[in-house]
């Protein structure tokens, strides 16, 4: 009992950003995220509050759950997806604006390019061509053909730098 204790105040004297940091590189590289954010969570109301920061959950990697829980628990699955997308975890934005648009008969541009672009803002390059694509396609004026213009350049920037580190 004593151990406990002394276990509990030690990660409450952790400052609140160092213990989101932690947290949200398990997020990223663990096997099994949501068990051992599960786990974390039960240990104290600090670990609680720290585990339920968005900057934890925009961290989260769903391909470590992605396999494992589309089939065995989809319901839980769709649940996870629609609540990590609420809170921008870029991967997330993607699988659910990659649903949107290929899960009817015809596209609906509108809807899924707003997750494509939270996905985007994060650095997803693919996301930020689906979004230039969308865009484009969308013929929405102005403001839409920038943005279209911005993402092609993001993606484009990226393979800039991966072509320069390969001829180091």
């Given amino acids: 009992m004593v151990a406990k204790r002394l276990h509990s105040s030690m990660l409450e004297e952790l400052p609140s950003d160092v213990a989101i940091k932690i947290t949200g590189h398990l997020a990223v590289t663990t096997e099994r995220p949501m068990d051992d954010l599960r786990g974390l969570r039960a240990t104290c109301r600090f670990m609680r509050r720290v585990c339920y920061n968005l900057e934890v959950g925009r961290s989260v990697a769903t391909e470590r759950f992605t396999d494992h829980m589309e089939w065995n628990k989809p319901d839980g699955y769709d649940a996870l997806l629609a609540r990590l997308t609420q809170i921008d975890n870029p991967e997330a934005c993607f699988i659910t604006g990659l ?4 899960g009817e008969l015809k596209p609906v541009a509108q809807p ?3 997750v ?5 803002a994060e650095g997803h390059n693919v996301a930020a061509y689906m979004a230039a ?8 004026g102005a403001a839409a053909d920038d943005a279209a213009r911005r993402y092609i350049r993001q993606v484009e920037g990226e393979e800039e730098a991966a072509a320069a580190a390969h001829q180091c």
């Fill in 133 to 140: 694509v969308l865009l484009y396609m969308a013929n929405a």
């Fill in 99 to 102: 649903g949107v648009v290929f």
């Fill in 116 to 120: 494509f672009t939270h996905a985007a």
């Fill in 112 to 114: 899924c390019i707003i």
